[in-house]
């Protein structure tokens, strides 16, 4: 199932990409909101369609609306993303390669709709930068998951990008939650794949797009931390709720370790895509 979040009747709905994915079936206020499906563990089978919406003219938001914590982020998740920022992170590079993930959170301000502006305060900084990301949607709370469990503890798969500004993530004592957390930045969507949509997760290739030019391309299966490693280095301790939202990365090709720099300007248009789990399409304002 692919769910999304629709605009119906003045209210948020929960949708269901048809299997052509061309239209959404909308479902009534009833079914609550793509929140309470998560948490349901899937939609109510007794529940059906009270409308039929072409894709094209649907309006999307957030899959996500309810958030109970921040944005759960990975950092340095693809060994080719980490070796090209190398020498270009102003004084904070690691001695070596991690041994274990890089955890990090963003503020539930930054999220916006699948097709939304991103606000980008060049006020604030003129070094906005791109990181197309695929996100996993946390479906059965759970603590101290053992890796071989952690796969049962994933309802389903969406895209985000993390937009950051570098000069301010820089400028924090090498803390990260400044710099990625500034509001309306991260869009997320278009829907929600579930787990069992995505055949061979290793293989789905994700690309980030800027005004026409492939900037980041990548396959999951060149994750240096792979899911399950994440979700239970990420749960010992610490309880993951069904609905938390974890990003697992970004792939080389950031603008910030171009030469030159490609930082994002007003009337940019960013795409980011993934094999399976649709597209985001934004511009910078």
């Known amino acids: 199932m692919r769910y999304c979040a629709i605009r119906h009747n003045d209210g948020w709905r929960v949708g269901v990409l048809s299997d052509s994915g ?3 079936h909308v479902h009534p206020a009833a079914a609550g909101l ?14 059906r369609p009270v409308a039929e919406v072409p894709l094209a003219e649907a309006v999307l938001g957030a899959p996500i609306q309810r958030w109970r914590r921040n944005v759960l982020c990975v950092g340095w998740n693809y060994w080719d993303h980490f070796e090209e920022s190398r020498g270009k992170r102003e004084g904070q ?11 990090f ?5 930054t999220v916006i709709a699948p097709a939304e502006d991103i606000e980008c305060d060049f006020a ?5 930068d791109y990181e197309a990301e695929i996100a996993i949607v946390i479906g059965t709370a759970g603590k101290d998951i053992p890796r071989a469990d952690a796969m049962d503890h994933v309802f389903g798969y969406t895209l985000a990008n993390d937009v950051s500004v570098r000069d301010v993530q820089r400028a924090h004592g090498g803390q990260w939650f400044k710099g990625k957390s500034i509001d309306r930045t991260m869009p997320l ?12 997760l290793d293989r789905v290739r994700i690309e980030c797009e800027l005004n026409g030019e492939v900037m980041q391309d990548a396959v999951v ?13 990420l749960s010992r301790g610490m309880t993951l709720d069904a609905g938390d ?6 792939p080389s090709g950031i603008g910030n370790a171009r030469e030159p720099k490609v930082f994002l300007r007003p009337g940019d248009t960013l795409v980011t895509r993934a094999t399976g789990l649709g597209a985001l399409t934004n511009r910078i304002r």
């Not at 604030?124 to 906005?128: F, I, T």
């Not at 969507?189 to 061979?200: H, L």
């Not at 939202?245 to 970004?250: F, N, S």
């Open 124 to 128: 604030l900084s003129d070094q906005w």
């Open 22 to 24: 061309e239209t959404v």
């Open 34 to 47: 793509v929140d309470d499906v998560i948490t349901a563990g899937g939609l109510d089978p007794a529940s």
């Open 221 to 233: 299966g060149q994750m240096a931390f792979d899911i399950p490693q994440l979700i239970e280095e």
């Open 105 to 109: 959170t963003k503020s539930p301000r």
């Open 245 to 250: 939202v974890i990003l697992t990365g970004t």
């Open 189 to 200: 969507g278009p829907w929600i794949t579930t787990r069992d949509e995505i055949d061979d």
């Open 93 to 103: 590079d690691p001695d070596g390669r991690p041994e274990h993930p890089t955890f």
